[in-house]
């Protein structure tokens, strides 16, 4: 019985990993999708603003954001 593998190590030029990372380093990526990162990156930013906004108000300490985090209400009786 016969095996045959195939690995791209002794191919440096054919399509390896490394060859393959290089070039899509070098694209640079779409107006599209810079516009759409940039959209998204200062949504996240106003959230983070608009959460920390609410937590000042409310007056909230660390331990009562993590009871939040973990799905429990921060309410005292």
């Known amino acids: 019985m016969t095996t045959v593998t195939f690995s791209n190590a002794l191919l440096p030029l054919a399509g390896t990993d490394a060859t393959v990372e290089a070039s899509k380093a070098s694209i640079r990526p779409s107006l599209f999708a810079r516009i759409v990162d940039a959209l998204q990156r200062s ?5 983070r603003r608009e959460i920390a906004r609410v937590t000042a108000m409310l007056g909230l300490t660390d331990s009562d954001r993590a009871a939040l ?5 921060p309410f005292r009786s």
Do not use: F, N, V
């Not at 949504?43 to 959230?47: H, I, L, T």
């Open 43 to 47: 949504r996240e930013a106003q959230a």
């Open 69 to 73: 985090a973990r799905g429990e209400l």
